[in-house]
């Protein structure tokens, strides 16, 4: 086999592996198990993101007055997913709101990250999700 192929095999082998642990690959934040049952995380992070932010962003983050979310969290990290939502941002279809005085959203970026992570991961559709029994 030509080398560069069998490297090519080896890596996707590898991400394979990596993706499907939930220990690795940057901390895979969410659990999704049956295609929609999810860890507590992430289920309250959903439930957050209903109330605060799907009005802009669809019911599922896949898009609506504001970005889809499943699409610019695969090149948004943690760090600045944080930041964008404590202090807004002005983007080219609109502005987005800061949410620095809003508790419940402030105390549960983490559960939303993870919720929008899995979306745009892939690892969970536009489906709702439920807790894990
Ligand atoms: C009033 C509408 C509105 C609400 C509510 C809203 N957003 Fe946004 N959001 C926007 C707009 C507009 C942008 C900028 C999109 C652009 O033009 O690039 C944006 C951008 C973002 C971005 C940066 C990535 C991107 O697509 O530009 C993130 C992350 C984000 N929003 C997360 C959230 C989260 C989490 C919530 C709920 C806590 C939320 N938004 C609520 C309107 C909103």
């Known amino acids: 086999m030509n080398p560069i192929k069998s490297v ?7 991400s394979t592996l990596l993706a499907s642990c939930p220990l690795f690959a940057d ?6 198990k049956a295609n929609n049952k999810v860890d507590s995380d992430t289920f309250i992070g959903y439930k957050v993101y209903r109330t ?4 802009c962003h669809g019911t599922f983050g896949q898009g609506l007055a504001a970005s889809d979310l499943t699409k610019t969290l695969k090149t948004t990290d943690r760090d600045e997913f944080f930041t964008v939502v404590a202090r ?13 005085s809003n508790d419940s959203v402030m105390k549960n ?3 939303i990250y993870s919720y929008l992570r899995a979306r745009a991961d892939g690892a969970l559709g536009a489906v709702t999700p439920e807790l894990i029994d």
Do not use: E
């Open 109 to 111: 970026r983490d559960r």
């Open 27 to 32: 901390g895979r934040p969410y659990t999704v």
């Open 88 to 100: 807004g941002k002005k983007g080219r279809i609109g502005v987005m709101p800061a949410w620095q």
């Open 8 to 14: 090519a095999i080896l890596f996707s082998f590898a």
């Open 52 to 55: 605060w932010c799907a009005r």
